[in-house]
Structures are given as C-alpha cells and as structure tokens.
C-alpha cells in the first residue's frame, strides 16, 4: 500500500515551458487535492476533484488545469509557467466523509518545482 | 483576512516543556478541524482531528470554541521529536480545506 505518490519529485522549467504532475492513490479515495505551498504561507488549493471525472477550482486555479480521468490519478497541468509557479506542490485524497464533512487528508511527498 | 490565522513563532522550549499553540479562523460556517504536523521539507501529516467536546491524544490535547472560533493545540512533556511545523486547518462542506501558515516549534536539550 504505497498511499499518495507523486511524479516528479523534482523539476526544472524554463518561462513557458508546460509540464504535467502526475497524482496517484491506492487508497480508493473519492476525493483528491492540489495544493501548492509557498515560504511563510499555508497550502493553498489549487484544483480539487469528488470523483472521477469531476473537478472544480480551488483558492488559486489560474495557471492550471487538471484531470481526472480515473479514480486513482489527478493530473496537474502547467501550460505556460511562471517564475510565480515556483512552488512545492502537494497532492492529497480522502474519503468521502459522512454528514457532509471531509474525513483525514492524505498527502503526496512533493514535488519541487522552479520555473526559471 | 486569512481564512486561518496562526502564530508563525517560532516557539523555542527546552524538553519537558509543555507548550500552546492558538489558531483562530473568519467562517463560522466551518465544519472540520484538524492539527497537522509538517517536518522540514516533508508533506503535512494528521497530528489529531479537532472535536468540540475537546480531544487528547496522549501527549497532545486539542480543543475547539466555536464561538469565538478558536481553536488550540496543547503539547505536554516536549520532546525533541515534536520540532516541526504544526499546521491549524479547517474545512468547509466536504471538499474545501484551508491552512494556517503554520506554528514553529524547536524543542531543545
């Protein structure tokens, strides 16, 4: 049971060009999160999905786009990066908590990512 | 105004200390409440969920006041392992987390 593993754990892009983040989990979440953190500041949510084929926009979605085309991934894309996008970003899932409220998020080591 | 609002610190104890970190947070609407842990250039990782009758977990003790929506960590007998970054976060409906920028804590010999 490796939990959330995210692809690559580190990378190195030049203004412009695109990259995708791969998000994978064996934990049969419904629901799975991008976030992005930045030095002296909380995570922040990117893009999030509820279930396959679904996803809607988090805090700070401009600059991204995402899928979910099965269950176990989400996909982050960067399709013109910006020295602003320099960011670790974090991927996590959860169930789908009972009464409307989210259970325990489970988070991704990482991915480091400077945009030059 | 943040969403979540946390002490950065950073708290400097010796071991044994006992230690209180405060979170306070803008939507009274809010549903869910947890503290995470986060080591140095690590992902965030549940520490305990937040209830509203008060929860202890050991060491730790968390306690939410939803009418001053508050909400505090409480770290008895520090350890050197408890050095990291404790994250307050609070979620809305079922599919929306926000993050304090998160406290510092340095236990030291």
């Known amino acids: 049971n490796a939990g959330v593993t995210q692809t690559p754990k580190f990378r190195v892009l030049k203004t412009g060009q695109s990259m995708t983040l791969l998000c994978a989990q064996d934990?049969?979440?419904?629901?799975m999160y991008w976030y992005r953190q930045d030095p002296g500041m909380g995570l922040r949510l990117i893009h999030y999905?509820?279930?396959?084929?679904?996803?809607a926009k988090g805090e700070v979605p401009d600059g991204y786009n995402v899928s979910r085309l099965k269950k176990q991934n989400f996909l982050l894309g960067l399709e013109s990066a910006a020295p602003s996008q320099t960011s670790v970003y974090f991927c996590?899932?959860?169930?789908?908590?009972?009464?409307?409220?989210?259970?325990?998020?489970?988070f991704g080591p990482g991915t480091r990512l400077t945009v030059l | 105004r943040k969403e979540v609002e946390q002490d950065p610190g950073p708290f400097n104890v010796p071991e044994g200390a006992t230690v209180a970190f405060n979170c306070t947070y803008s939507n009274s609407a809010s549903q869910s409440f947890f503290w995470y842990r986060q080591d140095c250039r690590k992902e965030p990782k549940l520490l305990m969920s937040v209830y509203s009758s008060g929860n202890e977990d050991g060491r730790f003790t968390a306690q939410l006041n939803r009418a001053s929506q508050y909400i505090s960590l409480l770290i008895r007998d520090s350890k050197l392992s408890d050095s990291a970054t404790y994250l307050c976060?609070?979620?809305?409906?079922?599919?929306?987390?926000?993050f304090g920028s998160g406290t510092k804590l340095n236990v030291k010999p």
């Open positions: 934990m049969n979440h419904e629901y």
């Open positions: 976060v609070v979620g809305h409906n079922f599919n929306k987390f926000y």
């Open positions: 996590a899932s959860s169930y789908s908590g009972t009464s409307g409220s989210a259970d325990t998020q489970y």
């Open positions: 999905s509820v279930g396959e084929g679904t996803t």
